[in-house]
């Protein structure tokens, strides 16, 4: 990051706490926590990504995140605090466990096991423990915790994703890296995959966890038809259309597309239609996403301004 | 005992359908190293397709009962083939062998179809007019005729099916590629076309389970999605790529999930199979009949 993109993304921060303050209208407010929370999940979705996994469970950790804040707040009388990071800390446990089982397969494998475990735990969402997870109708009734609830989960998102940013250019996010490109070669020279690939996961749960605690207590509601696979196919939509290579592509994805359907909420099941075409489209023509495309066009005009200037050189 | 005749005659019948269904999808990931996660809706697509030749537009109405169903079969695999064809022609093709791409692609094309078979039919659930009537008893169990049509009929499809991947030269094509890509194009194998019309084979397998369910059961725009999910247990189970795992894995469920319901509830039969789907991962990834591959 140079000098000017520092100041550019200050910036850019102050203007969304900012807006996290101001909000007043309730519909405007809850479309723009919406769009924070969906950040995060699609900027964690792609830090495992960097290993080179896709995980169908990722919804499921922020189901977790969000059951726990809610079950601890309404029948147990838990400040919103505790519960906002004890949901990240069991959402984190789960995936400790869950991830040292499926890191043992990789690719389609991990793929269609991380499918399963999503389904287990919608299914335990739905059966297990009902007088206080609520079964298929879920929790409701659960209150905001705060004034200036919105302020809150503005200044938690950005930190969030700045942590992000930071583990992807340390040491460990080029470790991933390094594993999704070779992971013999990674192992090799004696780079642990299994604890690595963990690791990234366990982050990203603990992280989507605490999202998942702040969407409970902004929607008020929460039923596990929220936290199905489904949702884990359209936070990669969002990454894919955002584009994959870049830290700010799923964000780009997640307000381009959020706002998209927003508008197209009216027309019912439209919504889906344009979200489907929308990943055809992207695959097809612009398989590095709308932030790769953006880079890929920049390029073009460095190149056209050096030869401009090789040009003149010349005469 | 009566109980224990008539849920294996449950599973059996269950597991048939399974069977064709999977069959289909095993195909795709063993060639094409896709998972196809709009399998499912192309068996929606065969039930529909009947729906609307036998009971919205009433078709062959004149004609006896059994030969219109016939021809309403015939026609659906028809057209579902040719909108396979061109699928994989514009789509498909070119994510071959990738497996990011290739499942978000199919993932894009499911949520499509979805919203057309909705905008289309509503999600209100359709019934069709049933063939054969009446209920048999088998070994003191009792079973609708229908179910027994199914069955044979599903038993046929599997059948005929390994006979194709087991002895012609199309289904000899299809095993070399899902063994080695590279070596089966030094011996001249043409892997595009092979592969176009192995994936239309595969969906059309998906399609005929569609029209072979759909006297049996409703037709909603979602039923493709629970049979997807039962598939991939079953590929799993049988192992990827396998066609004899993917037989005996797809009547496995079928027995799991009469037994389950029967003495649990649905709820405790689905996360069984899925626990098992999750330790056979780990215990041997590549399924009870398949072989490990690059």
């Known amino acids: 990051m140079s000098q000017g993109n520092n100041i550019r993304w200050l910036i850019v921060s102050v203007i969304v706490i900012a807006f996290g303050f101001m909000l007043n209208d309730p519909y405007l407010a809850h479309l723009f926590a919406l769009l924070c929370v969906y950040s995060i999940l699609a900027v964690s979705f792609r830090f495992i990504m960097l290993c080179g996994e896709i995980n169908l469970a990722h919804a499921s950790f922020f ?73 298929v109708t879920g929790i409701a009734g659960i209150t905001s915790p705060m004034g200036e609830f919105y302020g809150f989960i503005a200044i938690v998102t950005l930190l969030i994703l700045y942590t992000m940013y930071f583990l992807e250019k340390s040491k460990l996010g080029k470790i991933l890296i390094a594993i999704r490109n070779s992971e013999d070669l990674s192992r090799s020279i004696g780079i642990s995959s299994m604890k690595y690939k963990v690791l990234s996961l366990v982050v990203a749960s603990l992280l989507v966890g605490m999202s998942g605690s702040m969407f409970a207590h902004f929607n008020f509601v929460i039923s596990p038809e929220d936290f199905t696979f489904h949702l884990s196919i359209i936070i990669l939509s969002f990454v894919i259309i955002g584009g994959r290579d870049h830290f700010i592509g799923p964000v780009i994805g997640v307000v381009l597309l959020v706002l998209v359907a927003e508008y197209l909420r009216g027309f019912g099941s439209y919504e889906i239609l344009a979200y489907g075409l929308a990943i055809i489209l992207a695959m097809l023509f612009m398989p590095k996403g709308i932030a790769g495309t953006l880079q890929s066009l920049r390029l073009i005009k460095l190149k056209s301004s050096k030869s401009k200037s090789r040009e003149e050189a010349k005469v | 005992m009566d109980t224990f005749v008539q849920l294996i005659v449950n599973a059996l019948q269950s597991g048939a359908i399974y069977v064709i269904f999977s069959l289909g999808l095993t195909l795709l990931f063993g060639v094409m190293k896709i998972v196809n996660f709009a399998h499912g809706e192309f068996y929606t697509a065969g039930a529909f397709l009947t729906y609307l030749f036998i009971d919205k537009w009433g078709l062959f109405s004149s004609i006896n009962i059994y030969v219109a169903y016939f021809l309403a079969f015939v026609f659906a695999i028809l057209i579902v083939g040719i909108v396979g064809y061109l699928v994989e022609m514009t789509i498909f093709s070119r994510f071959h062998g990738d497996m990011v791409s290739g499942l978000i692609v199919a993932i894009g094309l499911s949520m499509v179809m979805q919203t057309i078979y909705l905008l289309m039919f509503t999600a209100n659930p359709k019934n069709i007019t049933s063939i054969f009537k009446g209920t048999s008893h088998l070994f003191g169990g009792s079973i609708s005729n229908e179910r027994i049509a199914i069955f044979i009929l599903a038993l046929l499809f599997t059948v005929g099916m390994t006979l194709i991947i087991k002895k012609t030269k199309f289904g000899k094509a299809m095993r070399a590629i899902s063994q080695d890509k590279e070596a089966a194009e030094l011996q001249g194998i043409d892997y595009k076309s092979i592969t176009r019309w192995g994936f239309v084979v595969g969906i059309v397998l998906a399609a005929s389970a569609g029209v072979l369910v759909s006297p049996a059961s409703v037709v909603d725009p979602y039923i493709g999605e629970a049979y997807l999910m039962k598939a991939f247990i079953i590929i799993i189970l049988g192992g990827m790529g396998s066609i004899p795992g993917c037989i005996l894995a797809g009547f496995l469920l079928g027995i799991i999930e009469s037994f389950g319901i029967f003495y649990f509830d649905i709820a405790f039969a689905t996360a069984l199979s899925f626990i098992l789907v999750m330790l056979m991962l780990l215990i041997r990834p590549q399924g009870l009949m398949g072989h490990v591959s690059r």
């Open chain 1, 63 to 135: 189901g977790i995140g969000a059951y726990t804040s809610a079950a601890l707040t309404i029948h147990f009388n838990v400040p919103f605090i505790v519960a906002f990071f004890v949901s990240g800390i069991i959402a984190a446990i789960v995936s400790i466990l869950f991830g040292a089982i499926a890191f043992r397969v990789k690719g389609h494998f991990f793929l269609l096991l991380s499918f399963a475990f999503a389904e287990v735990i919608r299914l335990f969402f739905q059966n297990a423990w009902t007088d206080v997870l609520g079964g």
